[in-house]
């Protein structure tokens, strides 16, 4: 065998290298693919209109069932059965996730349509005080249940997050031979009913210790159900740190408590703040524990250990239940409201936690 | 010196003359063994590994070797239910003594691993620094000339020292390797135990590994287990031959100088090793 020496080209005189992607859909597979989806289309106005049938969900059915029929028709027609069993596959999970999106998109347009109608910038600065059951809308505002529930899910973030992380710090480094107790226990924890977590504040600290209704008593409900959601995913993030770290941090001479603190919480870091975020969801459109708890108020109260508060779940609980339509208004006002607190505090967190990685 | 088999030759038949003077220190195994759960792994191991030397742990897969590293430097006892007997000596002093912290002798006994794994959260710098905030060392002079030294030994300076601000994970395979080692280097280590740390590098970075283990050696002790005799050969004074399968423990089959044990092994199973004939 002889090597040779390839010689290399001038540059400039080389042709432009004609560019392909393989697996992207070509024009004309496009067209192919409407086609068919128009045909569908046609084939289920036609049924409709010749049988009995009818309704609008019916036809998105019977459209979308007609549509894989015939793309797996068409693609076994042109090319082998392994590649029409593919796209079958592809259309058919496909849809799935658009499918789960739908409740998604209906809720967020539901809500905005519903409530943009009672928003108004007092919404933010008034309360309900001075307002008459048969105010219109534009009177009064949330400003009393904003700040309650910021205070709330704050107070319940700062009981439940360190000691969510803590307890998964316990079951991911410090093994031991309570670890499956308290994930046992953790784990039915996060079964209890919130009304449950509720009931327990109520008869303990509300009524027990004479504490009355107060924020914190609310903070404290929501941080029971919020702990194991928190200690559960935080446990699972702090596995994913490979254990190739702890053992470089172990062999240059740290101490165990050094490896967590310094190598093991830092390299999770994004993934705690995905806990904390998750936790955070799972209490802030909690209504049934603060109806025992924070009771809830008409008025601005900022101070969360004494006296009754409100907080948009309850805002949106009381005012939809009213046979005022103003009131129903308010009502869904209030829920686009905890939406978007939901979101920006989502937001934020995820933009925090992105920040920090070494340059 | 003379070859044997196994026992392997107590630290007093090292002529201390030829020893190089240096912060290495010598590392004695005795007898030592050791198992997860019930499977014992190694058995009767005694090695004695002199000091500002290299000295090659070779042998098949499943052997031991990685184990007995870490049984050197105390990270065997952190895998769950695993047991060991015998002696481990620095310069002496049994780290398996009472009273003898583990995270203490590590930072002693520093280890390289089989793959590569800086700090992801820290930049070049803070890597290289790291072992000093973990062990609670107090650097007396000045951390950048920490710094610089320790990767001017590492070989990587040249490379990384206009932006030791940016991630180490940013390097290629064989620059975080060699910002391991400077990483292990920064604690000022009496024995740096490395553990196949070229398996997962190619020939150029592993060939500046090697380098960089020559150049070390002189402030250092260093074990190295190996794979690769070629690599065995070029980089190490002394060479320890383990064997163990599946029914039986790794034990040493014999210990020497590596010139002579590559040349004229004693033992028929370390002539057919070293010669490809099975492993």
Same mark, same amino acid.
């Given at each position: ?12 005189? @080389? ?7 393989p ?26 209109l ?11 059915v019977?459209?979308f ?13 042109r090319l ?9 596959a592809t259309?058919?999970?496909t ?9 998604l998109g ?11 109608g ?18 219109? +809308? ?7 249940a ?8 704050g ?6 997050t360190p ?10 480094e ?15 924890m ?5 009304v ?12 027990? @210790?004479?504490?009355?209704?107060s ?6 409900a ?7 959601t928190?200690?559960?995913?935080a446990?699972e ?13 172990l ?5 165990k408590? %050094? ?15 995905t ?5 955070v969801? %799972?209490?802030?459109?909690?209504t049934a ?8 108020t ?9 006296? +009754? ?7 949106v ?5 009213? +046979? ?14 905890l939406?978007?607190?939901?979101l920006?505090?989502f937001t ?12 | 010196?003379n ?11 090292i ?15 005795r ?10 792994? /190694?058995?009767?191991?005694s ?14 897969s ?17 895998v ?12 002496g002093?049994?780290?398996y003594g009472?009273g ?10 520093g280890?390289?691993?089989q793959k ?10 803070e ?11 107090k650097n ?17 300076w ?10 180490g ?5 064989g ?9 292990? /280097? ?15 590098l190619?020939?150029t ?7 960089t ?8 002790t ?15 004074d ?8 599946e ?16 040349t004229?092994?004693?033992?028929p ?11």
């Amino acid at each position: 065998m002889t090597v040779t020496t390839v010689p290399s080209p001038n540059p400039a005189s @080389l042709p432009t290298p004609t560019r392909r992607r393989p697996q992207a859909i070509t024009p004309a597979e496009g067209v192919r693919i409407a086609g068919v989806a128009g045909v569908a289309v046609i084939l289920t106005a036609l049924v409709f209109l010749a049988t009995p049938l009818s309704g609008a969900f019916g036809s998105v059915v019977f459209a979308f069932a007609a549509f894989v029929a015939l793309e797996v028709v068409d693609v076994s027609l042109r090319l082998d059965p392994q590649a029409a069993k593919d796209r079958t596959a592809t259309i058919l999970i496909t849809g799935s996730a658009g499918v789960a999106l739908v409740p998604l998109g209906f809720i967020v347009w539901y809500v905005v349509s519903k409530g943009i109608g009672g928003m108004h910038p007092g919404f933010f600065t008034k309360t309900l005080e001075e307002v008459g059951p048969l105010d219109p +809308a534009s009177a009064g505002g949330a400003e009393h249940a904003i700040i309650g529930s910021v205070e709330q899910v704050g107070l319940a973030s700062l009981i439940a997050t360190p000691l969510g992380i803590l307890t998964a710090v316990y079951l991911s480094e410090y093994p031991g031979r309570l670890t499956r107790v308290v994930r046992f226990f953790v784990d039915s924890m996060s079964g209890i009913p919130s009304v449950v977590a509720g009931l327990f504040i109520y008869t303990l600290w509300v009524v027990r @210790l004479e504490k009355g209704f107060s924020g914190l008593a609310a903070a404290m409900a929501l941080s029971v159900l919020m702990l194991p959601t928190v200690a559960r995913t935080a446990e699972e993030m702090l596995k994913l740190v490979p254990d190739g770290l702890r053992e470089s941090s172990l062999a240059l001479g740290a101490p165990k408590w %050094r490896t967590v603190t310094s190598i093991v919480l830092p390299t999770a870091r994004s993934g705690l703040i995905t806990a904390g975020i998750l936790g955070v969801a %799972r209490i802030a459109g909690e209504t049934a524990p603060l109806l025992m708890t924070a009771f809830g108020t008409d008025s601005v109260n900022v101070n969360p250990t004494k006296g +009754a508060q409100s907080s948009l779940p309850l805002f949106v609980y009381q005012r939809v239940r009213n +046979a005022v339509p103003s009131q129903v208004a308010r009502g869904w006002a209030g829920a686009l409201v905890l939406i978007l607190l939901v979101l920006t505090l989502f937001t934020v967190a995820r933009l925090f936690g992105r920040v920090r990685k070494a340059a | 010196m003379n070859m044997t088999t196994t026992p392997a030759p107590p630290v007093s038949m090292i002529d201390p003359a030829v020893l190089p003077t240096g912060n290495g220190a010598t590392l004695e195994a005795r007898t030592v063994a050791a198992w997860f759960a019930e499977h014992q792994i /190694l058995d009767d191991i005694s090695l004695a590994m002199p000091a500002n030397s290299v000295t090659a742990i070779i042998g098949p897969s499943g052997c031991g070797k990685s184990t007995f590293l870490r049984v050197l430097n105390r990270m065997h006892e952190l895998v769950p239910k695993s047991s060991l007997a015998g002696e481990v000596l620095l310069d002496g002093a049994d780290v398996y003594g009472i009273g003898v912290r583990p995270a203490e002798t590590r930072r002693h006994i520093g280890m390289v691993f089989q793959k590569p794994n800086p700090f992801p959260t820290m930049t070049i710098r803070e890597n290289v620094l790291s072992g000093l905030k973990l062990a609670g060392i107090k650097n007396e002079g000045s951390n950048d000339d920490l710094v610089e030294r320790c990767l001017d030994q590492a070989g990587l300076w040249r490379e990384v020292k206009d932006r030791l601000g940016s991630a180490g994970g940013a390097l290629s395979g064989g620059q975080q390797q060699r910002l391991c080692i400077a990483r292990a /280097l920064a604690v000022s280590p009496r024995v740096l135990l490395m553990d196949e740390p070229c398996s997962a590098l190619d020939p150029t970075s592993t060939l500046r590994i090697e380098e960089t283990i020559r150049d070390i050696v002189g402030s250092v002790t260093i074990v190295i287990v190996t794979h690769n005799m070629q690599q065995a050969a070029r980089v190490s004074d002394y060479t320890a031959f383990f064997l163990g399968d599946e029914g039986r423990p790794g034990t040493v089959v014999e210990f020497g100088p590596t010139s002579e044990l590559f040349t004229a092994p004693n033992d028929p199973r370390t002539e057919d090793y070293i010669n490809g004939r099975f492993g």
